[in-house]
């Protein structure tokens, strides 16, 4: 059975009933997408908001309580995050029995207000730069802090993701799709597997998607919603490679974008810039983010066989399906020249050794051309805009003009 199958089905009244008698709280109710658990917008007659979550009848309470500190921990270090709110009985979490009689627990977290950056069509270079960032401070934030639930076996884990796509990739019923997650993912073990033991690890959020990401600030049109303010659901956090939570972000910022490269080497050059990337990390970025594409579609195609009436489960698929194709296109080597290049390196990392021996042997190689340039008598053509050999007035540019006299 799908854990998605023991998601909590409570209705507004009850939501509103569970925020009265748990949180002494008078709120209207409004319902939130979520994958596998229930979560309420919940407003008062003063307009205070907060957000109720119902967790899924499968979830275990460590993972909840870890969730907790892991909010409490970032709350001393960004401002970023959505903190909790106990109950009327000190509680941080609580327990709710829904119709059906099965139990869910229940917790109250502040509400962050913002656009989801998935229904922001405008995201300048600004923006992009400053997702990067932010998700590079996060990580900055979260070194060194760590709870055992979070190391688990997780199917939203990168590190678990070709398994998982090795699993369901016979589900995905897009014969061409089918075809080419699974050509992707031969490429991602080829290239990129090798490379996994050198990254470093940590606590991660591990759901930086488009919807999870807040947006606000300006007060203009130029400059309304360029900023991140917020980062919400820490459902999926897993100790796995740090590096995964920048290649998510990138994951579902560049679908639909016409130039995902340039999208994503300005969230590359924002992340650098708070927490510096190694090297083995920049050459596997790529790599991930067409694995978590993969690994989405693979997931998806699972959930959808046992809920095909859910449309959250298929909301970023559409967006994957197109875009997947057009990254298929890119070379993976130029993906990491260009998200070099923006950490400040050398597009490719052999290029300074290269350099170093030509200069040395310069005078060892014979001419290229004849005669040779470097020997004979060279008259360099200034053909610039400010060039004396240039009018203003193209007719008077006759090739007479423009042929050197020799004394």
Not at 2 to 31: M, N, Q, T, W
Not at 272 to 288: C, K, Q, R, T, Y
Request: proline share 6%.
């Amino acid at each position: 059975m799908s854990i998605v199958e023991h998601a909590p089905k409570f209705d507004l009244d009850s939501a509103s009933r569970l925020a009265r008698d748990l949180y002494g709280l008078e709120a209207s109710a409004i319902c939130l997408p979520s994958e596998r658990d229930q979560n309420f917008l919940l407003e008062t007659a003063s307009g205070e908001r907060f957000v109720l979550k119902m967790a899924n009848a499968t979830e275990e309470r460590t993972m909840l309580e870890a969730q907790n500190r892991v909010m409490d921990h970032l709350s001393k270090h960004i401002d970023l995050c959505p903190k909790v709110i106990p109950a009327k009985n000190g509680e941080e979490i609580t327990i709710a029995e829904s119709e059906n009689g099965a139990n869910h627990f229940v917790r109250l977290v502040t509400y962050l207000p913002g656009t989801p950056l998935g229904k922001v069509k405008r995201r300048s270079p600004a923006l992009l730069h400053d997702l990067g960032t932010k998700i590079g401070q996060l990580d900055v934030a979260l070194q060194g802090f760590d709870h055992p639930t979070l190391h688990r076996d997780f199917h939203w884990d990168l590190a678990n993701g070709l398994s998982i796509i090795r699993r369901n990739a016979g589900l995905i019923g897009d014969t061409e799709l089918r075809g080419l997650v699974t050509k992707l993912a031969d490429e991602f073990e080829k290239n990129t597997t090798p490379l996994l033991p050198k990254l470093r690890t940590s606590v991660i959020h591990n759901d930086a998607n488009d919807y999870n990401i807040l947006v606000g600030g300006g007060s203009d049109l130029y400059t309304r919603n360029q900023s991140v303010v917020g980062l919400i659901d820490f459902g999926d956090m897993v100790h796995s490679y740090t590096v995964s939570d920048l290649a998510l972000a990138i994951a579902y910022a560049i679908l639909d974008q016409p130039d995902p490269l340039s999208v994503a080497a300005q969230i590359v050059r924002g992340y650098h810039s708070a927490f510096p990337l190694f090297e083995d990390e920049i050459s596997v970025v790529f790599g991930l983010v067409t694995l978590r594409l993969c690994q989405s579609v693979a997931v998806a195609a699972e959930q959808q066989k046992h809920q095909p009436e859910n449309d959250y489960l298929g909301i970023s698929q559409q967006s994957i399906r197109k875009s997947l194709p057009e990254l298929a296109k890119i070379p993976p080597r130029l993906a990491e020249a260009i998200f070099r290049e923006a950490c400040g390196l050398t597009p490719v990392c052999s290029s300074p050794v290269i350099t170093d021996w030509l200069g040395e042997h310069t005078d060892e190689f014979g001419p290229v051309l004849e005669p040779d340039i470097r020997t004979h008598p060279v008259v360099v053509l200034d053909l610039s805009m400010g060039s004396p050999l240039l009018s203003a007035d193209p007719a008077q540019n006759a090739e007479p003009r423009l042929t050197p006299r020799f004394a």
